[in-house]
Structure formats: structure tokens, C-alpha cells
């Protein structure tokens, strides 16, 4: 089976099942995020369909939220605070800084698809800002110099 129609395979099955649900289209969505690391833009006309929406509307709502992608994501996911209190203990400096190591910006994804770099506006670690998370793993008072230490480490193990 190709990646292909196995991406439709998968739309179609989550579709069916959800496609009763009221507000199914937000349930849908998450579900294939889940399933596939990202929602394809080829699945967009058969989510439209299932719901009799116009694929304007279900694309608005991939858009619109900031967690859906549209591009599979890296092999490591970056979410960077960007709330208040990181803010104002040099979130904007670590931002640049990851930024520029990377070589990539915010919903994007190096060019080795190992590291895709979201923002994320709290994750509850605000006596340790700046912060940020990778998979499972929350890091506070993130300098340049322990993200660095960090994705040197993360790059080691795979």
C-alpha cells in the first residue's frame, strides 16, 4: 500500500466514524493530526464531502488554528513558550536564537525533518521562563547555550 492511499484509507475510516458527531469537523481534524502527525491537504476534499462543507470552510479551520499542520511535522517537536512571563525573562532572545540554529520558523521544519518548531503560549512552567517542550520533556530557564546542549543531545540519540 502506498503512503497515498494509505493517508486515505485513514482519512476515510476516521471520517466515517466521526462524521455524526455534532461539530464533528474539530474532532475529525484532531483525529487525523493524531493518527498521521499533521492534516494532508488531499484529505481535505473527502472531510468536506463526508460533512457537506466546501473545502474553503475545512481548510479555514486548519488554518486557523495554530495546532494543525498541514506539512508533516519532524521527528522532534519544539513547542517554545511565547506567554507573558517567558516573555519577560528573554523568551524573545531564546526565540531568535532557535530561530537562527534551527534555520527555520515557527510551524516549520528543518530541512533534515528532524526538528519542526511550534510556539505554544503557556506551559504551565512560569517560575522557570523561559520554556520549552520537547516530546514529553519540559525545560525551564532555556538559555541558547542549554538549547544548544539540549539539541546536540537530542541529535546524538537519533
Known amino acids: 500500500m502506498t503512503e497515498s492511499s494509505n493517508i486515505q484509507v485513514t482519512v476515510q475510516a476516521i ?3 466521526l462524521k455524526d458527531k455534532p461539530g464533528a469537523l474539530l474532532p475529525i481534524l484532531h483525529a487525523i493530526q493524531d493518527a498521521l502527525g499533521y492534516v494532508p491537504a488531499e484529505s481535505v476534499h473527502a472531510i468536506a464531502d463526508a460533512l457537506r462543507l466546501s473545502r474553503a470552510e475545512v481548510h479555514g479551520v486548519i488554518s486557523f488554528y495554530h495546532y494543525f499542520r498541514d506539512t508533516p511535522p519532524g521527528k522532534h517537536t519544539i513547542h517554545l513558550c511565547r506567554a ?8 524573545k532572545d531564546l526565540e531568535n536564537h532557535v530561530k537562527t540554529r534551527l534555520g527555520i520558523d515557527f510551524h516549520e521544519t528543518t530541512a533534515d525533518g ?3 518548531l511550534e510556539p ?3 506551559l504551565g ?9 520537547i ?4 525545560y525551564g530557564r532555556v538559555t541558547a547555550n ?6 546536540n543531545e537530542t541529535e546524538a540519540l537519533t
Do not use: L
Open 120 to 122: 505554544v503560549y503557556c
Open 135 to 138: 516530546g514529553n520533556e519540559i
Open 146 to 151: 542549554s538549547f544548544d546542549t539540549t539539541i
Open 84 to 91: 507573558e512571563s517567558c516573555q519577560a525573562m528573554g523568551g
Open 114 to 116: 528532524q526538528f519542526s
Open 125 to 133: 512552567n512560569c517560575a522557570c521562563s523561559p520554556a520549552m517542550q
Open 15 to 17: 471520517t466515517t466514524a
